[in-house]
């Protein structure tokens, strides 16, 4: 991974940066200067910069420091460098020009690294990957519970604990929900693949972990480059964390298929002789996700349904709309369960929160945040405003507003309401003007036409800027780069305004998305952006979900004069592949089809590979081989590579 020359940048925009001469004092991208709602316009003088208790919390237990160095593959390649934000300790307190202040002290938290002792047997290590991971000691082992995202970065995590807790074996493993950084390193944990071991997760996990991860998985690991920053140098000018964490490791993802699915709220299992009583929340924070108390223990694992910072209702890289309602109904259901049962509650982000009362605040201050959101998004929707009007008119109660774990540092205030308007009502605001608009570089060349040029559109923007309204002067800017995106000029204008954006805002996230922005302007594209989940999620997959998967990439065009139908024949099943008006369909059952031109005999594995490599090697064919290069040929490539700040 290269990083960006920020003298060369800073270079690369000087001219534009003396035309926009932004005041940070009037820009309204500032803090205290924007609309409600904007994260890079949100007050903080409000806060208690006083309140020391989350750097306690964060700092209480601590055992030992990973001090390994950067952790690298088996290529050599470092694909995790806890040492990169060694900058966030060194600064202090007082947060550099470039960097909200706010967001600097989230920064400064989320960076703390190495083995803490949460409670009696229960440990995390924190700070070797954008989650956390915790370990259960039980009778004869440790129960491993969301091991990260990389098995590079468990096994390192892992080895921490046994340097300090001795070399006990893991006897389970319990993945919470099926976000990447939630198994994706089980492999360092069971390198083996664990045969014999439980592994837990909750009703669903496979099926939410193909759809979140792998129908769209290339256009979300593209957008995620922006959403976690990973292009960007590691540095107070540029990232510095995304607010749940630092950033996302970048190795060898693998996913080990759980043993046992937990279903039903108030469903007990033991492993190694360690209690487990469970809390199913679908629909929060994840399609499928579960809380869990360990009674004996008196310790209850919040999954991701409660951090330190308000989540997405909608997340930026792409997902589907969670239900805020609901989320703040299982809240709800938590306290009722757990309150005055557990002593320490932890969750995969951030540090724990110790003491039932502490408990109880946290948990209710977060459910009110987002039945707030809910609930007052549906009221202003009952009075005819649209998602965008919403997010600049809702704003928090101060009693919400003011806590710290209720900040919009991953999640905002200004993109959830939008997700929550689109989960109800969809992207049309109801308005015919928005019903059939030109696509971006069709307006673009209209509106620019329109303003008399794309000189004269630089030079308002540049006017905008000055009066401190950047959002206008971002808007007449994007449509001077969409209009001609050889217009070396706009394109570092926009740099420019996007970096001032980013640099003014509390939510980590708009940051990285305004910063990688500015910085593919002016650098272009990265070309290192690997949307690979490796070999471990495709063997997961069915052979159903595998057809549904090549069905997302065909051709629809290409294939429109195709028609044709394939057996593959795998076990004792048939399934049987039609591919016709460029949709592919398929059905299953024990008998060959009579309409089928070819039949394909062959394992799970040889498909596998096939699939990858287009190698029919081992396989045996009946029929027309033909009709496999037919469908082969209108299969499209994934882009992980394509263009989002220029045409």
Known sequence: MTSLDRRGFVAAAGAAAAAVAINPQTAQAFPGQGPAGNPAATSTAHLDYGDKRDFEDSDRGFIAAFTGGPIKNKAGTTIWDTDAYRFLA???????????????????????????????????????????????????????IDPLISAETAAAALALYRRHRGDRAVKGMIYTHPHLDHFGGCRGVLPDGGVGIPVLAPEGFMEHAVSENVYAGAAMARRASYMYGTMLPKNAAAQVGCGLGLTVSQGTVGLIAPTQYISTTGQEVT???????????????????????????????????????????????????????????????????????????????????????????????????????????????????????????????????????????????????????QRYMG?????????WEHPPVEEARRYVACMGGQSAVRARAAQYARRGDLRF??????????????????????????????????????????????????KGVHTEIDATLGPDVYAALTVSQLIDGMAVRINGPKAWGLKLAIDWHIGDKYWHLVLANGVLTHTTDSRPSRSAGLTMTMSKNQLLVMLGTRSTAGITMTGNPFLLLKLLAVLDDVDTKFDIVTP
């Open 90 to 144: 060194e600064a202090g307190e007082t947060p550099p020009k470039t960097v909200n202040k706010s967001l600097w002290r989230q920064a400064r938290l989320v960076s703390r690294q190495g083995l803490y002792k949460v409670t009696e047997r229960i440990y995390q290590v924190r700070g070797l990957d954008i989650s956390s991971m915790t370990i259960v000691e039980s009778e004869t082992g440790v129960i491993v």
């Open 271 to 421: 492993v190694d002789g360690v209690r487990i009583q469970f809390q199913m929340t679908p629909s929060s924070e994840c399609q499928a996700e579960m809380n869990f108390l360990f009674p004996d223990l008196r310790a209850v694992c919040m999954a991701e349904n409660a951090t330190h910072t308000m989540h997405n209702i909608i997340t930026l890289r792409g997902a589907q709309v969670r239900d805020a309602h609901a989320w703040a109904g299982y809240l709800t259901e938590t306290v009722s369960l757990y309150a005055g049962k557990a002593d320490v509650a932890f969750a995969s982000h951030h540090w724990p929160t110790w003491g039932n009362d502490n408990i109880v605040d946290l948990l209710t201050q977060q459910r009110d945040l987002y039945a707030y959101l809910h609930d007052q998004t549906v009221r202003l929707i009952n009075q005819g405003m649209t998602g965008s009007e919403i997010a600049e008119t809702l704003k928090l109660p101060p009693s919400l507003e003011r806590v710290w774990a209720n900040r919009g540092y991953y999640g905002s205030v200004s993109h959830n309401v939008k997700g929550i308007y």
């Open 427 to 435: 992207w049309f605001d109801g308005n015919p003007a928005h019903l």
């Open 473 to 522: 002067a971002v808007t007449l800017l994007n449509h001077a780069v969409f209009n001609n995106p050889a217009d070396i000029r706009a394109k570092h204008q926009l740099a420019e305004v996007y970096t001032q954006l980013g640099h003014a805002s509390e939510n980590a996230v708009w940051r990285n998305f305004y910063l990688t922005g500015a910085q593919e302007l002016v």
